[in-house]
């Protein structure tokens, strides 16, 4: 077993998801607060960990299904390359490492992130089990998950979290949830192999409605959200609304690629690669940025 194939196993690439976590301190003009940030970046490293252990979980408990997929048969686990108990260990390690992180930070602090991660370790586990066998379970079980990344970057540093934020977030991973979906929808009904169980009860008219409605419901909230006299008010600014220009390019090129180019399997090689997403999430830091701290 080498280091490059537990690095593989334990996706550190996915560890951009966490970043979610620190949105509540941008947002709430604490990013800059080491009081605030220092336990926020705790809370960031005992997630991935966490999220580390529950991807070898994942791996092994498909890796017979792996096999049969022209891209996931090449995941550690189900070719070979780690063994399942070498895989169990590693998740041992990981989980442990997230509890030993979480034990660094004071104790209010502390048990509210463990509380977080047990939901998310809970939920993850039945979701590799059984729940990504329900149809739009599943996507809505995926959506829960970046909830549960924002509730732990308001509660751990103790930040208030607004209802736009828990919304928007639910929203937005709702979307990329069903841009993911899709593409196991498009090699379903292009090669009739199934690579997932409730892959039948989608198809891709139904998908792009869904796509084309919650990018819809999510621009209109965003716009709502950057109008709202609460938000403008504790944020100092009546020029929020001017993000919402990088968010709709953002939204737009992502349908793009999810139903032009059939490229949305995976949301993070999709911003660790597209130009024009990354160009579009910069612009939109930076204005926020700009607007809120300047």
């Known amino acids: 077993m080498s280091i490059l194939n537990i690095i593989k196993l334990t996706r550190p690439e996915q560890w951009l998801k966490n970043m979610f976590i620190f949105l509540p301190l941008f947002f709430d003009r604490k990013l800059m607060d080491m009081q605030c940030l220092v336990p926020a970046l705790l809370a960031f490293a005992s997630y991935c960990m966490a999220a580390s252990s529950i991807y070898c979980f994942n791996d092994i408990f498909d890796a017979e299904a792996d096999k049969m997929h022209p891209t996931k048969c090449k995941r550690p686990v189900a070719s070979g390359e780690v063994s399942k108990r070498q895989g169990y260990a590693i998740m041992a390690v990981t989980i442990a490492a997230a509890l030993a992180i979480a034990f660094l930070l004071n104790p209010v602090a502390r048990y509210r ?147 032009v180019d059939v490229k949305s399997g995976s949301p993070t090689r999709v911003l660790l690669h597209d130009r024009f997403i990354q160009v579009c999430l910069l612009c939109w830091i930076a204005v926020f940025f700009f607007i809120i701290y300047c």
């Open 113 to 259: 992130l463990i509380a977080i991660i047990g939901t998310y370790y809970i939920m993850n586990i039945a979701y590799c089990v059984k729940l990504k066998n329900i149809a739009l379970v599943d996507i809505f079980t995926i959506a829960m998950g970046f909830v549960l990344r924002i509730l732990c970057g308001g509660l751990v540093p103790g930040i208030w979290v607004s209802q736009w934020l828990v919304l928007m977030t639910f929203l937005l991973a709702l979307f990329l949830a069903f841009a993911k979906r899709r593409d196991d929808v498009v090699m379903y009904e292009g090669t009739g192999i199934a690579m997932r169980k409730n892959v039948n009860r989608y198809n891709l008219a139904f998908m792009n409605q869904a796509i084309g409605l919650i990018a819809s419901v999510t621009m209109v909230s965003y716009i709502m959200y950057s109008v709202s006299e609460e938000v403008t008010r504790r944020m100092g600014s009546d020029y929020l609304y001017l993000t919402s220009f990088f968010v709709l390019m953002g939204i737009l090129r992502y349908m793009q690629l999810t139903i």
